[in-house]
């Protein structure tokens, strides 16, 4: 389902079904916030998955966080509020498990209806001190954030070889790969950055 939810949306192919696999055996990711939505037969038609994070003020104080993604919807029920009510719900369980914020890197044109901002508004950067278009924040209580400037260090369970990823795509039923417009907006999207005015 990730697969087919992923394919050639943001280039050619895709490894967030790799992704998946892998983050369900790391150290830093979180079962209870592991939700799957399914139609009235039983059939899974989406996914959302969180893995720990952390935000580093300028003092050295550390402020765990979470992180989510990939985040799928399987292509013949988008649109239809399967990835919003997916999201809400876990929102609410991870207030309920006492989390503060959600870091994430994502379109802002998905994520500012749920609350995400720039990460420049709560200033939170990446380890080199940039603010990218991407980054996104959404605080889980209001306020926790504040007066601080935070460095965002996402989970290492995100780090993995693209050729691994090739070599466990290779178990699935071939898919043709190709080039859409839409990838160069995500191309576009991640690598832009916010600049210090």
């Avoid at 959302?48 to 952390?54: D, G, L, P």
Wanted: proline share 6%.
């Amino acid at each position: 389902m990730t697969r087919k939810a992923f394919w050639n949306v943001n280039v050619p192919g895709c490894e967030e079904h790799y992704l998946a696999h892998i983050l369900r055996s790391h150290e830093d990711f979180i079962p209870e916030l592991d939700f799957v939505a399914k139609t009235a037969d039983g059939n899974i038609v989406g996914n959302v998955m969180y893995t720990r994070a952390r935000l580093v003020d300028e003092n050295g104080k550390e402020l765990p966080v979470l992180t989510f993604g990939p985040v799928s919807v399987d292509p013949n029920y988008q649109r239809k509020g399967i990835g919003k009510r997916l999201l809400e719900h876990s929102f609410q369980k991870a207030i309920a498990m006492g989390y503060g914020a959600i870091v994430i890197f994502g379109d802002p044109g998905n994520y500012a209806a749920r609350g995400f901002r720039s990460c420049h508004k709560f200033h939170v950067t990446t380890p080199d001190g940039k603010y990218p278009a991407a980054m996104l924040v959404k605080e889980l209580r209001e306020g926790v954030l504040e007066g601080g400037k935070w460095v965002y260090h996402e989970s290492p369970a995100y780090e993995y070889d693209s050729a691994d990823a090739a070599e466990f795509d290779k178990r699935f039923e071939p898919m043709e790969k190709e080039v859409r417009p839409g990838q160069e907006v995500f191309y576009i999207l991640s690598h832009a950055v916010i600049r210090e005015q």
